[in-house]
């Protein structure tokens, strides 16, 4: 795999020196290539991911400007021809490791961990607050992302329901109904979101201990200012969570639909995994629920 990427990468950059190249095997959606140990090159494993990736770029180049950490920027990029194994972008490393939940668990200081939410939030708030009618990505309101959480209902039902025990079959829809039945739940305004706001896509510098990053913008769409703030609460747990919130403005509205949205999270890999023929992802996904 590695040859048939450097091939590539010399056809669209002749004048890239490679002179050492390693893979990383952490991408769900994209095949991560290092070149030379500070450049990072994504290639979509499927179509589906060639859109994401387009839509990513461009979300990446209108933001760059006002995020509050450091984001990857495309200084490398390939679209033609549009075809997995030939479409890709490539970017400077950004230094720091995944902020993982037992790295997070390991800071004992109170002032290191209040420094982090301070950093998570304002990311947020800086991104949920970008204007985005001059943003040329799909545009989501709230009856659009109704119509798209009933979609994931219906995908689970006809996909993974065969999969699971009755009593998670159950679990599931009374989870979905009432959240779809609850209008409270949908009276907010959307925003531009990352997506995947999680322990893996939040660079940490632990010399300097603070936040030093955030990657991987592939699920970045406009959408539920929760979904972010359901990706931390996955990750950091409800005390962490709480202490965001009490952060961001107007906060509370947002507690109770990011508890549904992570309640789907392991589903969401579970279909992915499924539609993908991934089934380490399928697997890690629906484990809990057989």
Sequence with gaps: MKNIYE???????PELEIKHMEENEIGQNNDVIIINKDLIFRFPKYIEGIKKLEKETKVLDYI??????????????AF??????????????IEG????????????????????????????????????KDLEIEDQNVDDIRLSIENLYARIQSKLFPYMSL????????????????????????????????A??????????????????????????????AGLLASYGESFIKRCLS???EGSKVLERLNFYKSTFALQEALHGIENKDEVAFENGIRTYR
Excluded: C
Aim: aromatic content about 12%.
């Design 247 to 249: 952060l961001y403005p």
């Design 7 to 13: 091939e590539r990468l010399k056809e669209a950059y």
């Design 97 to 132: 490791k995944p902020l993982w939940p037992s790295t997070m668990n390991s800071i004992n200081n109170e002032e290191v961990i209040q420094k982090i939410a301070s950093q998570l939030v304002q990311f947020l708030v800086n991104l949920h607050n970008h204007p985005i």
């Design 167 to 198: 009593e998670s079959q159950l679990e599931v829809s009374r989870n979905f109904e009432n959240f779809l039945s609850n209008d409270k739940f949908l009276g907010f305004d959307t925003v531009l979101i990352h997506g995947d706001f999680g």
């Design 200 to 229: 893996s896509n939040i660079l940490w510098d632990p010399k300097r201990e603070r936040v030093s990053g955030v990657i991987d913008f592939g699920e970045t769409e406009i959408g539920d200012p929760a979904y972010d703030f």
């Design 64 to 77: 760059k400007d006002r995020a509050s950490l450091s984001i990857p920027f495309a200084q490398y990029r």
């Design 80 to 93: 033609e021809p549009n075809e997995v194994g030939k479409v890709f972008t490539g970017y400077n490393l």
